[in-house]
Nanobody, 125 residues
Framework: QVQLQASGGGLVQPGGSLRLSCIVS????????LGWFRQAPGKEREFVGG????????KYADSVKGRITISRDTAKSTLYLQMDDLKPEDTAVYYC??????????????????WGQGTQVTVSS
């Protein structure tokens, strides 16, 4: 059973930066991709970005492109989300998830089989 543990959330001022981490464990088959999603109050969960675990190919949502960078350290089984120039609309619970299906980095949440517990990011002055 794949387990994901997200951390690194917190309160940050507009324009600030934050790096989230997600430790992946318990897998016997390598995930094809790991993704970050977020859910703001009263809104549906949305794709933020993802990375192919082996090849490192990344895909980003248009709403955050240019302000975020997703990376991974396969030796540490850790996924990262670097967020810069944060805006109040980035306030949400951020989740990491594992996509086991091979092919391409997916943006639909139902294609991610395993999820972490989420970490809160609040952007406010």
């Amino acid at each position: 059973q794949v387990q994901l543990q997200a951390s690194g959330g917190g309160l940050v001022q507009p324009g600030g930066s934050l790096r989230l981490s997600c430790i992946v464990s318990g897998y016997t088959s390598t995930p094809y991709a790991l993704g970050w999603f977020r859910q703001a109050p009263g809104k549906e969960r949305e794709f933020v970005g993802g990375i192919a675990w082996t090849g490192g190919f990344t895909k980003y949502a248009d709403s955050v492109k240019g302000r975020i960078t997703i990376s991974r350290d396969t030796a540490k089984s850790t996924l990262y989300l670097q967020m810069d120039d944060l805006k109040p609309e980035d306030t949400a619970v951020y989740y990491c998830a594992a996509q086991m299906r091979w092919g391409r980095v997916e943006v639909k949440e139902y294609l991610y089989e395993h999820w972490g517990q989420g970490t809160q990011v609040t952007v406010s002055s």
